[in-house]
């Protein structure tokens, strides 16, 4: 079955270091791939989807190309704030499920 | 995010019967309730596709979703255990006609729910 596997947190990081979080997944069918973030006492929240292979998306200056190649879908910043403080998780939808598959999360601490 | 409501955002309870509701005012065909423990990701309990139930069949039978319509969602749990303490996320998208799942997911801010 499809599956996604992320990197292992917690990630510490200092303002300003530059940030890779690790994602591959498996499937047989063509996915949709996402990364979620979520806040403290809130709900998961779409941080870019990309829905083609060799593409890249990107919002807040946080990026990840879809890699078909790699099956891979690795989330990068170059520069992190405190407020990038939060857990990323990696996902995957496809016409073949009927449900996103989360990866495990990663919890990203970024200190001022 | 007022767009998804959940109600209530708080609870704790014994062996008892409780319900959460949820309402999106997205226009969205699909709702879904996720239940989320502590440190792990959402897991998806029900989904209702054009209202059509679909089950994650190791959800206990104790949980009970409900759709009134397409924008109110419900989930009735009876008899409670230690094991449902956990954050409840109601959930909406628009799916493309069949299980299409390439789109957005949409998530309420959750009903924390402990047990005693």
């Known amino acids: 079955g499809d599956s996604v596997t992320q990197t292992e947190g917690p990630v510490t990081l200092s303002e300003g270091t530059s940030l890779t979080v690790n994602c591959s997944y498996e499937t047989k069918q063509y996915p949709t791939l996402f990364w979620y973030v979520q806040y403290p006492g809130e709900g998961p929240q779409l941080l870019f989807k990309v829905p083609k292979a060799n593409e890249k998306g990107s919002n807040r200056g946080f990026e990840a190309t879809y890699n078909k190649e790699a099956t891979s879908f690795h989330l990068q910043k170059a520069s992190v704030q405190e407020s990038d403080s939060a857990v990323y998780y990696c996902a995957l939808g496809d016409s073949g499920s009927w449900q996103l598959i989360f990866g495990s999360g990663t919890q990203l601490t970024v200190m001022p | 995010n007022t767009k998804i409501t959940q109600s209530p955002r708080y609870l704790i309870l014994g062996r008892a019967n409780k319900s959460l509701e949820c309402e999106q005012h997205l226009g969205h065909n699909a709702m879904y309730w996720y239940k989320q423990s502590a440190e792990k990701p959402p897991e998806l309990m029900f989904l209702?596709?054009?209202?059509?139930?679909?089950r994650n069949e190791t959800v206990p039978s104790r949980f009970i979703p409900e759709c009134p319509d397409s924008s109110k969602l419900l989930l009735h749990i009876s008899a409670v255990d230690p094991e449902d303490s956990a954050v409840y996320f109601c959930a909406s998208s628009q799916r493309d006609w069949g299980v299409a799942n390439t789109g957005q997911l949409y998530f309420g801010e959750g009903s924390k729910l402990t047990v005693l």
């Open positions: 209702y596709n054009l209202k059509q139930l679909i």
